[in-house]
């Protein structure tokens, strides 16, 4: 195994992604590398069909091993929102905190000890004929307002009560050792040093 693409543009995940599986790979890849592909439309009906269109949609064009991660949050007080909408909970064109923002206000009045959630994180592997798929999930909760400055998407405003501190208050190391995605990667990278 030589090369590989992360079927994703968002630099925050391929930069979390190439860390990990740089030992195995001599050239990492990204859709970047393949604006032709365009826009890779994931019309699933759960996590793991979203993710695997992704890998397959690039494995299928570049003919190279494929990688893609989806990522979704669910909120126990929303009955699992935003949930497959999590990139897109305010709008199609929303910003991080256009989401943050929606999330916090469908959520007020909603108590501290009922603001559970999780995320929730496939990634999926296509090469035409291994084909996998690994899960990663972090338990957490809600918070009333953002701390935090690091991370992205929601990390601000979700807290994990065992290193009691929201995401975005981590470093990148910590983060990446107890995240959502950083628990599927390893899994990932387990099954990759199996093949």
Same mark, same amino acid.
């Given at each position: 195994?030589?090369?590989?693409?992360?079927?994703?543009?968002?630099?925050?995940?391929? @930069?979390? %992604?190439?860390?990990?599986?740089?030992?195995? /790979?001599?050239? !990492?890849? $990204?859709?970047? *590398?393949?604006?032709?592909?365009?826009?890779?439309?994931?019309?699933?009906?759960?996590?793991?069909?979203? @993710?695997? %269109?992704?890998?397959?949609?690039?494995?299928? /064009?570049?003919? !190279?091993? $494929?990688?893609? *991660?989806?990522?979704?949050?669910?909120?126990?007080?929303?009955?699992?929102?935003?949930?497959?909408?999590?990139?897109?909970?305010?709008?199609?064109?929303?910003?991080?905190?256009?989401?943050?923002?929606?999330?916090?206000?469908?959520?007020?009045?909603?108590?501290?000890?009922?603001?559970?959630?999780?995320?929730?994180?496939?990634?999926?592997?296509?090469?035409?004929?291994?084909?996998?798929?690994?899960?990663?999930?972090?338990?957490?909760?809600?918070?009333?307002?953002?701390?935090?400055?690091?991370?992205?998407?929601?990390?601000?405003?979700?807290?994990?009560?065992?290193?009691?501190?929201?995401?975005?208050?981590?470093?990148?190391?910590?983060?990446?050792?107890?995240?959502?995605?950083?628990?599927?990667?390893?899994?990932?990278?387990?099954?990759?040093?199996?093949?």
């Amino acid at each position: 195994m030589k090369k590989i693409v992360i079927a994703s543009s968002n630099k925050h995940k391929i @930069s979390e %992604i190439s860390i990990k599986i740089q030992p195995f /790979f001599d050239n !990492i890849l $990204s859709l970047k *590398d393949f604006p032709e592909i365009g826009e890779i439309i994931e019309d699933g009906n759960t996590i793991e069909e979203n @993710s695997f %269109i992704k890998s397959r949609a690039c494995f299928n /064009f570049s003919k !190279i091993a $494929s990688v893609a *991660d989806d990522t979704i949050l669910e909120v126990d007080a929303l009955n699992g929102d935003p949930g497959l909408y999590t990139a897109r909970y305010a709008g199609n064109k929303a910003t991080y905190e256009d989401n943050m923002q929606k999330l916090l206000q469908n959520l007020e009045g909603v108590e501290s000890h009922l603001r559970t959630a999780r995320f929730r994180t496939i990634i999926s592997y296509v090469d035409g004929i291994n084909d996998f798929h690994v899960e990663g999930v972090l338990e957490g909760k809600i918070t009333k307002s953002k701390v935090g400055s690091n991370g992205f998407g929601y990390d601000p405003i979700f807290f994990s009560e065992k290193f009691n501190m929201t995401l975005a208050q981590m470093n990148n190391k910590q983060k990446n050792n107890i995240s959502h995605r950083g628990l599927a990667i390893k899994k990932f990278v387990t099954k990759i040093r199996d093949l």
